[in-house]
């Protein structure tokens, strides 16, 4: 099954609420939301405020991708603001293995986010805390990057640990991609084993004002099954 999430970062924050239900009518699974507190990276974006306040114009999960250090002191905030999942950076944490139980502990889903340069081996004593993994296919801080090309291998090399995890554990983790994902890349994406998609400015660049954005998720959809 491959989930698809749009990213906040690219819709119109004065209409945010609008936005949110209409990427939900237009087939969303999920709803990305990067926290960006420009001293992780050199941008600032959106907080539990704004999450607590979209939380009642959608049903679907509220994908929290934190690029904040420190982390942990979020957590409860966005927990009690009804983020679903939360995915941080490792090196933004002085404890991650703490970091992930804390969120779990709020009741939510977790997962490491690894940068382009980040190795994969950051998950390797984490796994049975892990609920997802996020792959970071540009560098973290702007919406509208290009995709860059070396997370392909990397993609492949994590889809095959977290097969073997499965094989042994039964239990399955999610593998997401974030940046630069489009209809005409997500096919490869999807083949190299990414089984949740982050898209934000190939979802909210098409005007929704004639079901643009139905339009582009039924794109992108088709693009993933094309990868077989
Ligand atoms: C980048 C963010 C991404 C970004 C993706 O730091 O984490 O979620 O919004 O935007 P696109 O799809 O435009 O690359
Ligand atoms: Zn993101």
Same mark, same amino acid.
Not at 121 to 135: A, G, Q, T
């Given at each position: 099954?491959?989930?698809?999430?749009?990213?906040?970062?690219?819709?119109?924050?004065?209409?945010?609420?609008?936005?949110?239900?209409a990427?939900?009518?237009?087939?969303?699974?999920?709803?990305?939301?990067? $926290?960006?507190?420009?001293h992780? @990276?050199?941008?600032?974006?959106?907080?539990?405020l $704004?999450?607590e306040a979209?939380?009642? &114009?959608?049903?679907?999960?509220?994908d929290? &991708?934190?690029?904040?250090?420190?982390?942990?002191?979020?957590?409860p905030?966005?927990?009690?603001?009804?983020?679903?999942?939360?995915?941080? &950076?490792?090196?933004?944490?002085?404890?991650v293995?703490r970091?992930l139980?804390?969120?779990?502990?709020?009741?939510c889903?977790?997962?490491? $986010?690894?940068n382009p340069?980040?190795?994969?081996?950051?998950i390797? &004593?984490?796994?049975?805390?892990l609920?997802?993994?996020?792959?970071?296919? @540009?560098?973290?801080?702007?919406?509208?990057q290009?995709?860059?090309?070396?997370?392909?291998?990397?993609?492949?090399?994590?889809?095959?640990?977290?097969?073997?995890?499965?094989?042994?554990?039964?239990?399955?983790?999610?593998?997401e991609?974030?940046?630069?994902?489009? $209809?005409?890349?997500?096919?490869?994406?999807?083949?190299?084993?990414?089984?949740?998609?982050?898209?934000?400015?190939?979802?909210?660049?098409?005007?929704?004002?004639?079901g643009?954005?139905r339009?582009?998720?039924?794109?992108?959809?088709?693009?993933?099954?094309?990868?077989?």
């Amino acid at each position: 099954m491959i989930r698809i999430a749009p990213s906040i970062l690219s819709a119109d924050f004065a209409r945010l609420g609008e936005e949110v239900r209409a990427i939900e009518a237009a087939g969303a699974d999920l709803v990305h939301f990067d $926290v960006m507190d420009n001293h992780y @990276v050199p941008n600032l974006t959106i907080g539990p405020l $704004v999450c607590e306040a979209i939380r009642p &114009h959608v049903s679907i999960p509220i994908d929290v &991708h934190l690029m904040v250090e420190p982390v942990d002191d979020l957590i409860p905030m966005f927990a009690k603001a009804g983020a679903n999942m939360i995915t941080f &950076h490792p090196e933004a944490s002085r404890h991650v293995d703490r970091t992930l139980q804390l969120i779990r502990d709020h009741g939510c889903k977790a997962g490491l $986010v690894l940068n382009p340069a980040t190795p994969a081996h950051w998950i390797d &004593h984490v796994m049975d805390r892990l609920d997802m993994v996020l792959l970071m296919s @540009v560098n973290p801080g702007f919406g509208g990057q290009r995709f860059i090309d070396a997370t392909l291998p990397k993609l492949r090399e994590v889809r095959q640990r977290l097969d073997q995890y499965k094989t042994i554990s039964g239990r399955e983790i999610w593998l997401e991609v974030d940046g630069g994902v489009k $209809v005409d890349n997500i096919g490869e994406v999807v083949a190299a084993g990414a089984d949740t998609l982050v898209a934000g400015s190939a979802v909210f660049g098409a005007p929704d004002s004639d079901g643009g954005y139905r339009t582009v998720m039924q794109a992108l959809r088709a693009g993933a099954a094309k990868a077989g």
